[in-house]
């Protein structure tokens, strides 16, 4: 079975600290995502990448960064976190057309 | 641009009831579809798959949808609710391109009572 791994399911930070959220998947797969998730938004696509040290911009990067320096470990990176960061976070890997997600990371911004 | 349209936000049946879940896309040509099952705390877990071929699709947990191209549509359906089935379930689209992005509807919130 694929199995996807986020670091924290509960993580609460202030304003203002730099957040990392890690994400680990143990399938040798190319492609990981990230995506944010919000009460009647769903889910929306945050950054993804196809290859290590590759990365692309989804629909609302505005405040994130990424890394992706292991094929299998693919990070999240709130610089500067802010009130309007506080979500569910939830990180996918992918086969050809099917994604698999980890369990996410309810972050509270303080 | 692509979309996924999912037209109920709740969906409220009693156990034994059957389930219909809407789902309608936008899309040039016949995408990927998919629907994902999220259970409160948990990620998204994949309930079934359309690529091709016959157009009803059997998936896990006694779930099927069907794909009819002239309606954009994907419903998912059960013929018998479970309490177990109460989740938030989620249509998504792939294009087919190399980046395997998905689209994903907002959501459909399933509550189940006894």
């Known amino acids: 079975d694929v199995k996807v791994t986020q670091s924290s399911r509960y993580l609460v930070k202030r304003t203002g600290e730099k957040v990392f959220l890690e994400c680990v998947q143990d399938m040798d797969h190319e492609n990981m995502f990230w995506y944010r998730q919000d009460p009647g938004l769903g889910l929306r696509l945050i950054y993804f990448s196809y290859d290590v040290k590759m990365k692309e911009k989804g629909d609302i990067p505005e405040g994130y960064s990424v890394s992706r320096e292991k094929k299998e470990r693919f990070s999240l990176i709130l610089e500067s976190a802010s009130t309007n960061q506080t979500s569910m976070y939830l990180c996918a890997s992918s086969v050809p057309y099917e994604q698999y997600f980890g369990p996410g990371t309810r972050l509270t911004v303080t | 641009a692509q979309s996924v349209t999912q037209p109920d936000i709740h969906i409220t049946v009693s156990e034994g009831a059957s389930l219909e879940l809407r789902c309608n896309y936008s899309?040039?040509?016949?995408?990927?579809l998919f629907w994902y099952v999220q259970s409160p705390g948990q990620g998204l877990q994949l309930l079934l798959k359309y690529f091709s071929g016959d157009t009803l699709v059997q998936g896990i947990k006694g779930f099927e949808a069907e794909f009819k191209r002239s309606q954009s549509s994907f419903n998912l359906r059960k013929p018998s609710v479970h309490w177990s089935d109460a989740a938030e379930y989620f249509c998504?689209?792939?294009?087919?391109?190399?980046?395997?992005?998905?689209?994903f509807g907002k959501g459909t919130l399933l509550t189940v009572n006894p």
């Open positions: 998504a689209l792939n294009s087919g391109g190399s980046n395997y992005k998905l689209t």
């Open positions: 899309y040039g040509a016949t995408p990927y």
